[in-house]
């Protein structure tokens, strides 16, 4: 059964500091990855998919990396900001998601 | 753009009551998903569906739940008798195709007393 961790659980920074969340999976046989953005009491927000195909994606101030054979995603936010503070989920794809228990993250101004 | 949208989106109910939880996907897309957050855990997977029919399903998902498109936009999830761990955020989720992301709904928080 796959299983999903993120490390740390929680995290502060202060303001404009550059950080890495870490998501980590057992079993390598995915199609894809997902990093959702979660405020709370609210939905899911997509912040990057990354094919099996790929090694990274892009988008704005975060860039999102998949190595499959180590059963690793690593989510980099560049120069943080306040309003970055949210619960940060990753998720396996193959016939379903198979969701982190998220990484709550708090930017302090 | 187009989003899936959930109602109602708090749910407060009875022990014992049915309960049933509505999605409108977004028009095109073929594959429909509910997954649950009980407060403080993980996004659960509870069920697909494709064709009409459940293409796959967890161990959550016993007999006392069960999904449904009563027509071309609805969505929805029952749950025939609610127990107090049935108190959770549910949402729900679409796609287009097979391999495509999904796209998920804001959610309702189910209350059970």
Same mark, same amino acid.
């Given at each position: 059964k796959q299983e999903v961790t993120q490390i740390p659980a929680a995290l502060s920074v202060p303001e404009g500091e550059n950080l890495v969340l870490n998501c980590s999976f057992?079993? *390598?046989?995915?199609?894809n990855l997902q990093w959702f953005r979660q405020d709370p009491g609210k939905g899911l927000t997509s912040l990057l998919l990354i094919q099996s195909s790929q090694r990274e994606q892009t988008s704005g101030r975060l860039n999102a990396s998949l190595d499959k054979s180590s059963g690793r995603s690593t989510l980099y936010i560049a120069? *943080?900001?306040?309003?970055?503070?949210a619960t940060y989920l990753c998720a396996v794809i193959r016939n379903q998601f198979y969701f982190g228990t998220g990484t709550s993250l708090t930017v302090i101004p | 753009e187009p989003e899936v949208t959930q109602t109602p989106s708090h749910q407060v109910t009875q022990m014992g009551q049915e309960v049933i939880l509505r999605c409108v996907p977004i028009?095109?897309?073929?594959y429909f998903y509910w997954y649950r957050q009980i407060l403080g855990q993980k996004v659960e997977f509870l069920v697909s569906f494709y064709n009409n029919e459940i293409s796959e399903k967890s161990?959550?998902?016993?007999?006392?739940f069960s999904v449904e498109?009563?027509?071309?936009?609805n969505f929805t999830l029952k749950i025939r008798s609610t127990k107090l761990e049935d108190s959770a955020m549910y949402f729900c989720a679409s796609k287009p195709g097979s391999i495509d992301t999904q796209y998920f709904g804001p959610g309702t928080r189910l209350t059970v007393l």
């Open positions: 057992t079993d *390598s046989a995915i199609y120069a *943080s900001q306040p309003g970055d503070s | 028009s095109n897309h073929l161990e959550i998902f016993d007999d006392q498109r009563p027509d071309g936009s």
